[in-house]
C-alpha cells in the first residue's frame, strides 16, 4: 500500500465542530463509511472517513453519539460530496443519522459512464496512477475499539485519492460531453430512501429461495427463524453467524424429533448442536403443529408489458454497445420497467415517466417512443 499522510482521529465534540468548520472551506471533499453489518444484529456505520486536497480524517460515530453537525455539510449544494460506489454509503447515513444529500460526484458511476471495463476503487486507482490499494479489511470488524493502526491507514486510504481520482474522470467527462448523464445518476443517488431494516432473512420463502417445500415445512422454517432471530438479537450478531440459511432449510426439511436426529443433519456442527440443540427441536415442534404456510402466488405480468419491456431491453442492450457501456447506463431499470408498465404515447406521457432523466429523456425518448409505437403495430 502507499503511503500517506496519518489522519486526524476525531472523537469529541468540540473536533467534530472543528472538523465541520474547516470542510466547510473547501468547494469538494472526499466522502467514505465503514460499518459493521458481518459483526453486529442491527448493521451500524462505525466510522467515517473525510479527505481534502491537505489532510484526512476520520470520524468516530461510536464515541460521538451525535453526528447532526455534519448535516448541512451533506446538505449543502455548494460543497460536492465526491464518494466511491456511493449507494450503500448513503443509505446507511441515511438510515442511521437521517442525512440529506445535495451535490454528489460518484467515481464509480462516472468510470462506468465512460465504460470503463473495470470501476472498483482498487482497479481505478492503479490505472490511472499506479496506486496499489491493500483491500484486505473490506470485511473487518469496524466496530471494534480501539481500531488498529494498520485498519486506520487502510480507512484513510479509501478517501486519500479520490479527490485526484474524480478530477481526472471529471475532465474526461466533460471531454466527451456524458457529463449530463452522470449528473442524471449523481442528482438520483441523492434521492435514494433510507436503508430498510433487513426483512427478507425473516421470511421462510426468501429463506428457503427456490427449494421446494410443504405448508408444514414452510410453518416449521419460520418457526426456525424466529428462533434464530431471538438468539441473534440476544447475543448481538449478524443471522449468518448464529445458524445459516442453508442448515435451517436442511432441519426444517428433516423436521427431527430427538437430538439424535438433530445431529445427522447437514450444516448442524458440534458447535451449533452444543449451543442450539434444546432450542431448535422446540422450534421444530412448534412449526409442526402450527397451521401451514402457503406462499402468496403473484400474478404473472401481462402478456404485453413482457413483450414491451423486451423490446426494451433489446435496444438498451444494443445502444450500451454503440455506446461502449453497460446497458444500464443508457436507462436504469427503474424507468426501463415503468416506460414498459406504462406504454406511454406521447411525448409528455414519457417526459413525466422519464422527469428525473431529462437528458436522457432528450436523447434517446424520440427512439423510446418509435419502440412503443412499432411494438402496438406489431402482432
Known sequence: MNSTPQAAWINRPAQLLKLVAELSNYPRIA?????????AYQEQVCLLQFSTPDADY????????????????????????????????ILCLKRDFGFRFASLFDTMIAARTLGRPQWGLGNLLASEFGIQ???????????????????????????????????RLGAELDEKGLRPIAEEDFIRLCNIPAAPLEATQHNCWSVAGGQDITGQQAAILQSLIEYRDRQARYANLPLFK?????????????????ESDLAQIHGVGPNIFARHATGLLEAVARGAEA??????????PPDAYLRRLEFLRNWRKVTGREWGVESDVILPRDALEAIASNNPQTPQALAELMHDLPWRYAQFGEKILDLMDHHRRTP
Open 31 to 39: 466522502v467514505d463509511t465503514e460499518s459493521n453489518g458481518l459483526y
Open 58 to 89: 476520520l470520524v468516530d460515530p461510536l464515541a460521538l453519539h451525535d453526528l447532526s453537525a455534519l448535516g448541512p455539510l451533506f446538505a449543502d449544494p455548494k460543497i460536492e460530496k465526491v464518494f466511491h460506489a456511493a449507494e450503500y454509503d
Open 133 to 167: 490499494l491493500d483491500k484486505r479489511f473490506q470485511r473487518a470488524n469496524w466496530g471494534r475499539r480501539p481500531i488498529p493502526p494498520n485498519m486506520l491507514a487502510y480507512a484513510a486510504h479509501d478517501t486519500h485519492y479520490l479527490l485526484q481520482l474524480r478530477e
Open 242 to 258: 448464529i445458524i445459516s440459511n442453508e442448515t435451517l432449510v436442511q432441519i426444517a426439511l428433516a423436521a427431527p424429533k430427538t
Open 291 to 300: 397451521r401451514p404456510l402457503h406462499p402468496q402466488r403473484t400474478q404473472r
